[in-house]
């Protein structure tokens, strides 16, 4: 018996109502169906844990080969160091510029550009309409130590 029926049961000599005891009853069976969802939610807090660390661990199966696929060290071709060569002279260079000092097509300068500034040897600044480059700290460093500058 739970808690409350032992109270009902030590207090039978004492003349309790029928209402009360109802009451009783009730706060008993809404006890006991509380401890059943507890039981309940605890082993479903049992069975989800279980499955986060199985999901964890493939997680990190699934990572490792994805980690050998990442790309190699950006290799800094002639024409970006043309490139970056032609920027150190300059504050801030726009991509037609670099094409046209380059003589070469506009999307190629683009591309050179955008290999630049994603592996952190420009900076760019929008402003009026267009996009400009300059040289990050990563580059300067990258003609300092191969005597370009």
Do not use: C
């Amino acid at each position: 018996m739970g808690w409350i029926a032992d109270i009902v049961e030590k207090t039978q000599e004492i003349p309790i109502s029928g209402v009360l005891r109802e009451r009783l009853a009730y706060a008993e069976q809404r006890h006991s169906d509380l401890q059943a969802e507890r039981d309940k939610l605890a082993e479903e807090l049992n069975k989800l844990t279980v499955r986060i660390e199985s999901l964890e661990s493939e997680n990190t199966q699934l990572r490792k080969p994805v980690a050998g696929n990442q790309q190699q060290e950006f290799e800094v071709s002639d024409i970006d160091e043309q490139i970056l060569i032609y920027i150190s002279d300059r504050d801030e260079v726009e991509s037609a510029e670099v094409a046209g000092v380059l003589q070469i097509a506009q999307a190629k300068a683009d591309y050179y550009l955008t290999g630049l500034l994603e592996n952190e040897y420009l900076i760019d600044s929008f402003g009026m309409g267009y996009q400009t480059y300059s040289l990050d700290q990563r580059g300067r460093a990258h003609l300092v130590e191969n005597g370009l500058i």
